[in-house]
């Protein structure tokens, strides 16, 4: 799943709800732009 598609449903979601409600949404990572530094060095 996309991060641009979790945001579309926490947001149609928070409309849902109203206000005062808290939504925690987990977006995911490839990590890809990590891969140049020297995190990933060995």
């Known amino acids: 799943m996309s991060s641009g598609a ?3 449903v926490t947001l ?3 409309r849902e709800l109203g206000k005062n409600k808290t939504i925690v949404a987990v977006l ?3 990590g890809e ?3 140049s530094t020297e995190l990933f060095e060995a």
Do not use: E, H, V
């Open 6 to 8: 979790i945001m579309l």
């Open 12 to 14: 149609r979601k928070a």
């Open 28 to 30: 995911p990572d490839g």
């Open 33 to 35: 732009k990590y891969l």
